[in-house]
């Protein structure tokens, strides 16, 4: 045993640098059991998102898992970083709520604009295009794009957990003398708490305390919050009808009127996976030969890779989690983290019953926290100019006011390119601007006339 022991470790550390970055197999391991704590609560969050569209929760348990598994092992064994892959918490709520809920696109259709975001995605990440794409883009809109999606988050978990509800002029607080109620505004306390005192796993803890003692809390006709299966444990089975769940005809037959979030799902998970993957090198104090950030065309690939795998499990875009900055806190340097990480999910699996009993008043708070985190960057804006602060502003309040984000996309983008013509900006009126433009204005005529 003993030899297998040391054969395995010396395997390990030569195949993931561990002591040629200074670390070792034991702090790989613990920081990799520490990120998947910090982010486990997408196991409860991102099926109860996404059954909302009529898929079962079951399978969606079963698929952000396998998803969660396979997405950290691509960036493990591929680009060797200490970054954890899931289901993005931005846009498994827009795959639900807009794509399929608002616009009436069937899921099918939906994976299939998940699966060819993820192509685009990874044809730019082989090329010279991905510095060229991030500097044209509007900083404004992408700014805006973020925060309107923190709010479409935040709005999304007041409504789940029963914080906001229909009122005679539009939304209303919930009634104070609901328990529920009174269980997510409690959920929402201590997870506010929790994250700010940075408490490991904070989020996974919240969704397990609310979840226990909603055992014992009324809501209804003499049910109660939380409902427990009758067996905790059980042999996982995947469900195997969602794999590979696309429909390229349904796609083509509709194809100006979701070229525009398939173009969203591309450009959000670009944006965001270059960020998070910045954010937690930088932090891990990774560099390369030149001296600059350990982030190169792997990680890019094989963050594109997983949302295209995703796709095929029948999931929303898979990218990288900021979480994985507790791993890196912890010591993490290489991709024996994401393999941890991916372990501990495959684990979990044998805890479906369980995942499938959360309450959405559990979820909730996350909801709400992870939308309030996003907008924390409305700082930033500082350092726009006057002129260019109102559009993601404005982006912000048609999304909170109407709930609808691709309308504000479609502004946000079509103001910017108006302010830039009658300031003469001309520097600022790029090929792919006004190419973004034709693609959004010509959503706009398409779903105006579908009611």
């Given amino acids: 045993m003993s030899v297998f022991s040391t054969f395995f470790n010396r395997y390990c550390d030569r195949y993931f640098q561990i002591s040629a970055r200074g670390s070792s197999f034991w702090k790989e391991v613990l920081a990799g059991v520490t990120t998947f704590g910090a982010m486990a609560y997408i196991m409860a969050v991102n099926p109860d998102i996404l059954s909302a569209t009529g898929l079962d929760r079951h399978d969606m348990v079963m698929t952000t898992i396998a998803s969660a598994v396979l997405g950290s092992l691509i960036m493990a064994l591929w680009a060797n970083l200490p970054i954890a892959l899931a289901p993005a918490m931005s846009s498994n709520v827009i795959f639900a709520q807009v794509v399929v809920i608002r616009m009436g696109v069937p899921p099918a259709v939906a994976f299939t604009m998940v699966l060819l975001g993820g192509l685009a995605f990874l044809t730019l990440s082989l090329t010279q295009w991905r510095q060229k794409i991030v500097r044209a883009f509007p900083v404004p809109v992408r700014l805006g794009i973020h925060f309107a999606i923190g709010a479409f988050i935040a709005h999304i978990g007041m409504v789940t957990g029963g914080l906001a509800i229909k009122g005679n002029d539009g939304l209303a607080f919930g009634h104070l003398t609901d328990p529920a109620v009174l269980l997510a505004i409690s959920g929402l306390f201590l997870a506010a708490f929790l994250r700010w005192s940075r408490v490991p796993a904070a989020m996974l803890i919240v969704i397990t305390i609310i979840t226990i003692v909603g055992c014992f809390v009324p809501h209804?006709?003499?049910?109660?919050?939380?409902?427990l299966p009758t067996h905790w444990i059980d042999w996982p089975h995947y469900p195997t009808h969602m794999l590979f769940p696309y429909d390229f005809k349904g796609f083509f037959s509709h194809f100006f009127l979701v070229l525009p979030v398939t173009l969203y799902f591309f450009l959000g998970d670009f944006f965001d996976a270059t960020g998070t993957m910045m954010a937690v090198i930088q932090r891990s104090g990774l560099k390369d030969k030149e001296g600059q950030p350990l982030l190169g065309r792997d990680a890019f690939a094989a963050d594109a890779t997983a949302s295209i795998v995703g796709s095929a499990l029948g999931t929303s875009t898979v990218s990288a989690y900021l979480e994985s900055l507790v791993g890196v806190e912890e010591g993490g340097k290489t991709g024996l983290v994401g393999v941890t990480v991916a372990l501990l999910f495959a684990l979990s699996s044998l805890f479906w019953p369980l995942i499938t009993s959360v309450p959405a008043v559990?979820?909730?708070?996350?909801?709400?926290?992870?939308?309030?985190?996003?907008?924390?960057?409305?700082?930033?804006?500082?350092?726009?100019?006057?002129?260019?602060?109102?559009?993601?502003?404005?982006?912000?309040?048609?999304?909170?006011?109407?709930?609808?984000?691709?309308?504000?996309?479609?502004?946000?983008?079509?103001?910017?390119?108006?302010?830039?013509?009658?300031?003469?900006?001309?520097?600022?009126?790029t090929v792919m601007l006004?190419?973004?433009?034709?693609?959004?204005?010509t959503y706009l005529v398409l779903s105006s006339r579908m009611g």
């Avoid at 209804?220 to 409902?227: C, E, F, H, I, L």
């Avoid at 006004?434 to 204005?441: A, K, N, P, S």
């Fill in 220 to 227: 209804g006709a003499g049910a109660k919050v939380t409902q």
């Fill in 362 to 429: 559990a979820t909730a708070p996350i909801l709400i926290l992870v939308g309030l985190g996003m907008l924390s960057g409305l700082t930033d804006l500082r350092n726009l100019s006057a002129r260019e602060q109102i559009i993601p502003l404005l982006m912000v309040l048609i999304t909170v006011m109407t709930g609808d984000f691709m309308i504000s996309l479609a502004l946000g983008l079509l103001l910017f390119t108006f302010l830039a013509i009658t300031s003469r900006r001309w520097q600022d009126i």
């Fill in 434 to 441: 006004l190419t973004l433009d034709g693609v959004f204005v």
